[in-house]
């Protein structure tokens, strides 16, 4: 489903360029649950936010089903994170304004077109799925750190995406409340989702069927399919 | 729900600063409704009083002269055929010009030449109630002012030359007329004549419905004098009308001057409101760059991000029309008052200009949230990663 290829990229920093990924290439299946992992600073959320469509690769390509992302138009990459892609932070970034029901419906709410009920049911659904279908009308402010992370992942699942990059969704929670995000995203991998995840947590690395690791901006080991000869050195 | 929803939420959450923002965009506004009203009603007010000094159309039958002259030597023009008007007929076509709304007074005139105690004077035949509207300086040393049916007024000169006072008994054309007042100095024509009744100086003169000529002031604040003018003529296609340009344009340029003053202040006023309305903005997606940064990752377009800022000004600024104009008449009605422009000077509301003013200031909100909203849309998705 997502084959990234001999991918690159260089950040600009005050002591000059430092290179964040170093020709990695990498094959993400459908329904597989990639766990990827390494030490701070080693390029692994670059590589999820590559993979996503969030950032371009200087050099490299990451194609989607065939399709090479960098060759997309900005529409139409937009338009694939607002149906098949679907995003999970660290910090879970749920508009403080809006209750966690209206937070899980915002991918909706960039049309003048107001949000048919067949939504609304789907997003309550979603909310029931992690637990939180009772605390649907609190603010953000009102709920615990690990629900608000749960309402995030209500909100990454109400445009029923194909895949799911969750970004250290656990690194900024507690063990039991961590264990429970990660329970969450197990099961929904069971049922069919494909998952990204980026983790420094060696124990819920192992729950994902697949483990990469990342080190110095290289693809260090793959348990899924061997680290393949990197064809580039930066 | 729906693209409306952040905007508003956002709004309603720092409410403090939204109606802080809103207000003083709306004191613009209001400034702004204010002055403009404030210029109507004094141009208005300005017109009227300076109306009552004078007409400034006169609507007279043309008239061909021959210049005669022989031997070499002028003997001036002799007027080869005096017309008059109609009275019925000329004030109805006056009355129905496009611009009737814009004429305070018509005032038509008949004149005899008349001798009173064998000394010629002349003696105008007037609509009294509208001569009174364009010669509002007319006054008499008793105070008070009428002329009825068989009444003459006599001008200060005329009365000293006629030896006449208030009861004196004239008579003009085989019919009675009595002195009711005479009139203190005025410096003009006035001084040199008698008045009479319109209307009774015509069937005394046995010339019922007939009239020489016809003054007109018009209320020139908003319309040209020469499209009445116009208007007239062609309305009377035998009548010669003339505007008393000197007049007109004194008029004019007083009013000009108050409407042009207004119209600076309120362009100023507005342009520090569009910078104010900007900088929020700016300041706004400043504070959100987070937010819009995630937005984008959800798979919000750049239109779609442009869009909300854009509604978040367009809101704030509907508000401020709203509370501005509401206030700005309130404003002017208060203004008016302290003014002392008359009475009649009260702010008038007029639902197209209240659609209008909404509009221009949505259009003014628009264009000053345009490099924010553009600034905002332009934040990438790689760009918010980092502060994510």
Redesign the interface.
Known sequence: MLVAKDIVKTFAGEAGNAPALRGVSLAVAAGEFVAVTGRSGSGK?TLL?ILSS???PDAGQVLYDGRDLAAMS??ER??????DFS?V???H?L????TAF?NV???????????DAARKAFALECLERVGLADKAERLPGKLSGGEQQRVAIA?ALV?RPRALFADEPTGSLDGSTGRQIMDILSDLNKEGLTVVLVTHEPLYARMAGRLVEIADGRLAADNGTPAPAPSRTV | ???L??PL??L??KLARSLLTAVVFAVGVASVTALVELSKAVGESLESKLAAYGANILVSPKTETLSVGYGGMALGDVSVDIKYFKEDETLAAIAGIHHKDRLSAVAPKFVLLARVADTPVGVIGVDFEQERQIKSHWFTEAGTLSLDSFGLLAGSEAAARLGLAPGAVVPLEGRDFTVTGVLGPTGSEDDKLLFADLHALQAAAGKINRIHFVEVAALCAGCPIEEITAQIASSLPGADVKAMQQVVKSRMMTVDFVKHLAFAVSGVILLTACVMIGLSIFSSVNERK??IG?????????G?VFLLMHLEALLLGATAAVIGQAAGFAASGRLMALLDLGEQAAPTFDPLQFALVFVGVAALTSLASLPPALAASRIE??QA?VM?
């Open positions: 959320s936010n969030l950032l371009t900005a529409r937009d338009k694939l994170r607002a149906t995003m932070f660290q910090m970034h508009l403080p304004y809006l209206e419906l915002t991918p909706f709410l960039s049309s003048w077109r107001p949000v909100r445009t | 729900m729906n693209i929803t952040i939420r956002n309603r959450r987070n937010e995630l937005l984008r990752a959800l798979g919000f377009s750049k779609s998705p790689s990663l994510l």
